[in-house]
């Protein structure tokens, strides 16, 4: 039997591995994680401003050719580049949160919203990149009786921009990738756990009030209490 943890499959019946949510070791390892989200922050807000400056410009040489051509003029690569600005910023929000046992709603809604961006992100950017590399074959066969005048008067900047967009395109899909793995690799920490954790994490709740029961009643319980016999306590008083 299995079950998923956001874009991790595992078996519920092993456990996982690595510290368990709300122990010290967690509370080390989310650092780690709000460094490597810190990283992702910057590769995506850059690699989204850029991606945002040459798509207005892949637009706007477009709009001027002769015959303006879907995909050359598109307005995917815009979208892909805001994608990548707010899966960045996302990113940083959960960089600059505070390592913490008891993880606050918050930071849960950061991880879980970048999670989702990322997700959005791969589909999206290589779907982007396709079409940049349609643009690209437009404009390397501009002779073609169908291609014709779509890429003039401004062949080399239309290519140029396209081969731009297409490199970032695919670095944005694998930035997107590697924030997909790092929610896998530090989920736990944060509390996003599996069937198998939920049991476990039961099965210490019960164990901690099994043993505390246990205590309770192997403590001798104070004088006049329900639990010893006051029997002669009370003869001792009537005979007085």
């Known amino acids: ?10 078996n519920v019946n092993t456990p996982q591995t690595g510290p368990a949510y709300g122990t010290p070791e967690a509370v080390g390892r989310q650092g780690q994680a709000f460094s490597s989200m810190r990283k992702i922050a910057i590769v995506q807000c850059g690699l989204g401003v850029i991606t945002l400056i040459s798509s207005i410009g892949a637009l706007v040489v477009g709009a001027m050719a002769i015959k303006v051509t879907y995909p050359i003029v598109d307005g995917m690569p815009l979208l892909t580049a805001i994608l990548a600005l707010l899966s960045g910023y996302f990113a940083y929000k959960v960089s600059i949160c505070k390592p913490e046992t008891e ?3 918050s930071t849960k809604c950061y991880v879980i919203t970048h999670y989702v961006f990322c997700v959005t992100n ?12 349609w643009a690209i074959a437009i404009c390397s066969n501009q002779n073609t009786p169908q291609n014709i005048g779509a890429c003039e008067p401004n062949h080399e900047l239309i290519m140029t921009f396209n081969i731009i967009n297409c490199i970032s395109f695919l670095l944005i899909a694998i930035s ?4 997909l793995v790092l929610f896998c690799l530090y989920a736990r920490i944060f509390g996003f756990t599996n069937q198998r954790d939920r049991v476990n994490q039961l099965e210490r709740r019960v164990a901690n009030l099994q043993s505390q029961l246990d205590r309770a009643n ?10 010893y016999d006051n ?3 009370q003869t001792v008083y009537d005979e007085k």
């Open 176 to 179: 997107s990738i590697w924030g």
């Open 1 to 10: 039997m299995e079950d998923d943890v956001g874009c991790c499959r595992v």
């Open 122 to 133: 791969v589909s999206i950017a290589f779907t982007a990149c396709t079409f940049a590399g």
């Open 218 to 227: 192997n403590d001798p319980p104070p004088p006049y209490s329900t639990g």
């Open 103 to 105: 993880v606050k709603r």
């Open 231 to 233: 029997k002669n306590y």
